[in-house]
């Protein structure tokens, strides 16, 4: 009889476990410590989602994939939540994985995943706003200017007044675009001292690209990672033609943490453009390797840009 009550016992003492090691994983992650929370959720989240507080694990392990910024991994497991779960748990894992589907250019998934959370939920304020800029997000990852311009007008009707830092967000997903005329629907609500505006104001002519220049590189000499001024140089030289300013502010950008892909290709094409210039000065021939490496090697000592053009222009063609 002893031996049948330790062992009626032993479901109940694992359950406290498992509820302890959630509180400790919980508590890890308030605390910013985001990896050991989540070696803490695989290590003990139960296997199955019929056992009780598997949601509550499910839901901290979804925060901690956004935090850790792992969106792979929480669409592989939407794709395996039970039809029948919570429906507080079937509107967070919409929300993350709408997220995550974002996060891997996956705009038309995301957007599916986001109609279902909007029209099927009673959202509250602030997560119906959240949902509604990730749809316009989700329009500007497909680059398609017309639709997000649209969904952004929506947006602006619904959500009055509207605050500085989506019409900032708004105004920077167009310039993104190249559609300066629509972004400028927002240029009174934008925060004069932000670099949106400023760079808003240099691609409609409201101010010339040499004085935002010399504006981003005051704001630089004092904050050397502020990203968005040194990618503001970069469009500022690319207005000016100014090729050897551009492949500096790019190198900048790109030493920059988050740096996008999109720099990188930007830079490459940079370079190649700079060494086609210096190789015809020097009348060097397409296919012929071993001068354009040692006009690359001289360039070295005397012009360190150019040179870095030169190797990129042998990385890229050179057999």
Do not use: C
Request: proline fraction near 4%.
């Amino acid at each position: 009889m002893r031996t049948l009550v330790l062992l009626n016992l032993l479901p109940l003492s694992f359950a406290a476990v498992a509820a302890d090691s959630l509180s400790v994983a919980q508590q890890l992650n308030q605390a910013g410590a985001s990896h050991l929370a989540y070696a803490r959720v695989v290590r003990d989240q139960p296997e199955k989602p019929e056992v009780a507080g598997w949601y509550d694990w499910e839901s901290l392990r979804l925060t901690l994939l956004s935090d850790t910024h792992r969106p792979a991994e929480i669409i592989a497991r939407a794709k395996h939540y039970p039809k029948n779960a919570p429906l507080e748990f079937q509107q967070k894992s919409l929300g993350h994985a709408a997220w995550a589907h974002l996060e891997t250019q996956q705009g038309v998934a995301a957007r599916a995943l986001l109609g279902r959370l909007i029209w099927r939920f009673e959202l509250n304020p602030a997560d119906h706003q959240w949902a509604r800029r990730l749809v316009v997000r989700s329009y500007l990852i497909e680059h398609k200017a017309d639709e997000a311009y649209r969904a952004m007008l929506r947006y602006q009707q619904d959500f009055q007044p509207l605050p500085k830092e989506v019409a900032a967000e708004f105004a920077q997903g167009l310039l993104r675009e190249d559609r300066a005329t629509e972004a400028m629907t927002w240029l009174a609500e934008l925060d004069p001292t932000r670099p949106t505006t400023l760079a808003l104001q240099m691609k409609v002519g409201l101010i010339t690209p040499e004085a935002a220049i010399a504006q981003a590189r005051a704001v630089l000499q004092k904050q050397p990672t502020a990203m968005a001024y040194a990618a503001l140089i970069a469009d500022g030289a690319e207005m000016l033609k100014d090729n050897r300013m551009q492949i500096g502010a790019l190198e900048q950008l790109l030493g920059l943490p988050d740096a996008a892909e999109l720099t990188e290709a930007q830079l490459w094409r940079a370079y190649l453009k700079e060494a086609q210039s210096l190789g015809n000065r020097a009348q060097l021939l397409q296919g012929d390797d071993a001068s354009w490496l040692a006009l690359a090697m001289l360039a070295e000592t005397s012009d360190t840009l150019g040179a870095r053009s030169l190797f990129a222009y042998v990385a890229q063609h050179g057999a």
